[in-house]
């Protein structure tokens, strides 16, 4: 399975197993990662599931949806020309290793 490691404002690294087809949103949530809300599931409503994508990682994203664009604008922390929503980050193999930094808060 694809790795994900998400870094905590503090610099604390969670490495985390994905299954492939799922969302780097539910990776976190099945594993424990704290700093990822996600109070809407994972329909593309609430951007709490806020993340900065690692520079060296984000040409391998899928291109970001109309949606995923409007939600970002009212993100809690800033957002970055890096900033996507981790539950529509598809994992797939090339995926492996994937490295996401959180923001500061989500809400
Ligand atoms: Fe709500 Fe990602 S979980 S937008």
């Known amino acids: ?17 994905a ?10 949530l099945v594993n424990g990662v704290d700093g990822i809300v996600a109070e809407c599931g994972g329909s593309a409503l ?6 900065y994508v690692d520079k060296q990682w984000i040409s391998r994203l899928a291109a970001i949806g109309d949606d995923e664009d409007a939600l970002l604008d009212g993100t809690a ?3 970055q020309a890096n ?20 923001p500061e808060r989500q809400v």
């Open 1 to 17: 399975m694809p790795s994900i490691s998400f870094i905590h404002p503090d610099h604390r690294v969670e490495r985390v197993e």
């Open 19 to 28: 299954e492939i087809g799922d969302s780097a949103m539910r990776a976190a």
């Open 46 to 51: 609430c951007a709490t599931c806020h993340v």
């Open 77 to 79: 922390c800033e957002r």
């Open 83 to 102: 900033s996507r929503l981790s539950c529509q980050i598809k994992i797939t193999p090339v995926l492996d290793g994937l490295v996401l930094l959180l």
